[in-house]
């Protein structure tokens, strides 16, 4: 199994601001991913962040509105950049090991 | 593109009356994964089927993979105040390793 941690674990912001969510996994994985879940539904996987390489976007996410950090293989970062009230949501990362996917707390996201 | 779709959308039911949740794929898959997600909580894991007409069961829980690998349910057997959360079917994204499309996600409620 993995455990992974999420900062922070909620924010309040106000629209037009950039908010950087942090991921530690304990173990060294090679595929991260970002998901969004929208207040009361279902998870929308924005990107797959890889060590070394360039984070892989879903149709409907960009790069400069969700930007993407990888550091090394226990970490990563998403920013969720001038923000919008509908960018309002809990953002959850997860690694894959044996089979399922692990996610983190999520952080949970108010833009006002 | 691939969609997943999962009914019912909500659920409420009496203790111990019985619960099912309907998972119906626009692609064949390979697999088909089930997960839950307590209120205030993130998904966790809780199965995945991989063969034409898999049946598992888990204490009070059963899931089936459909002949066509298009279709999966969950049942939940005498359901408890316990079982309270919203239930995910997942599929992999089409061309995608370790990537997740989920369904809508079935909230069940559970009256004592």
């Known amino acids: 199994s993995a455990v992974i941690s999420q900062k922070p674990s909620r924010d309040i912001c106000q629209r037009g601001t950039s908010l950087t969510i942090q991921c530690q996994v304990d173990?060294?994985?090679?595929?991260m991913f970002w998901y969004r879940q929208q207040p009361g539904q279902s998870l929308t996987l924005i990107a797959t962040a890889n060590q070394g390489s360039e984070a892989t976007y879903e149709s409907g996410f960009v790069i400069d509105k969700f930007p993407i950090s990888r550091p090394n293989l226990t970490f990563s970062t998403l920013t969720v950049s001038n923000m919008s009230p509908e960018d309002s949501s809990i953002y959850l990362c997860s690694v894959v090991g044996n089979v399922r996917q692990f996610f983190g707390p999520g952080t949970r996201l108010t833009v006002l | 593109g691939q969609q997943v779709m999962q009914i019912p959308q909500y659920q409420h039911v009496q203790e111990g009356e019985d619960f099912t949740t309907y998972c119906n794929s626009s692609?064949?898959?390979?697999?088909i994964q089930w997960y839950k997600q307590r209120p205030g909580g993130h998904p966790v894991f809780l199965i995945q089927l991989v063969k034409s007409g898999e049946v598992k069961k888990q204490k009070r829980l059963t899931f089936q993979f459909g002949e066509a690998k298009k279709n999966s349910s969950l049942h939940i057997t005498a359901t408890q105040t316990t079982d309270v959360g919203t239930y995910f079917c997942a599929g992999p994204i089409s061309g995608g390793y370790n990537k997740l499309i989920f369904g809508a996600g079935t909230r069940l409620a559970v009256h004592p």
């Open positions: 692609t064949t898959l390979s697999n």
């Open positions: 173990s060294q994985v090679t595929m």
